[in-house]
């Protein structure tokens, strides 16, 4: 894969974590009253109840929605396999749809339209199998997973002081 390619890669997957850490933020801030993290929706009794409120709150603040389950970091978590990375590709591919899905009828669906058009995650230049792909596709969520992109402080330049990916 040629330094191009992997960097369209690279920035659809550093969006992807941005939007990931956007959502859950907002969300944390939603269900802070309800002394509740987005995280703890995944188990709770009235999940559904929260989840509807949450995503109406956030389509209209964010002007798109992420479930507990398809933030970034949760992805990581299910990539990392004992010696072996997990199969992640196929719930990778159904989050970025996700994505752009959920700003349907809504006034940034525009903005999201094709948003991950350029990441073929059944690209042969990600490696000739899938489970190539695959190991590709962790090793980078995994590096990307940790840099925190401390959201809340307008006055650091994240991406420049991070440490570079490579394939």
Do not use: W
Request: some cysteine.
């Amino acid at each position: 894969m040629d330094a191009d390619d992997f960097r369209d890669y690279i920035l659809g997957f550093i969006f992807y974590k941005y939007l990931s850490e956007k959502m859950e933020d907002h969300a944390n801030k939603i269900l802070k009253g309800d002394n509740l993290t987005y995280s703890d929706l995944k188990k709770h009794k009235e999940k559904r109840l929260y989840l509807k409120e949450v995503k109406a709150d956030a389509l209209d603040a964010l002007g798109y929605y992420l479930e507990p389950d398809e933030l970034f970091r949760e992805l990581a978590e299910r990539g990392n396999g004992e010696g072996k990375a997990k199969f992640i590709l196929d719930d990778l591919t159904k989050i970025l749809n996700h994505i752009e899905q959920s700003t349907m009828g809504t006034p940034s669906e525009e903005e999201f339209s094709n948003l991950f058009e350029d990441l073929d995650l059944t690209s042969s230049k990600l490696g000739k199998s899938e489970s190539a792909k695959n190991e590709l596709i962790v090793k980078i969520i995994n590096q990307l997973n940790d840099i925190d992109f401390d959201l809340h402080n307008t006055e650091r330049d994240v991406l420049g002081e991070s440490k570079q990916c490579s394939p």
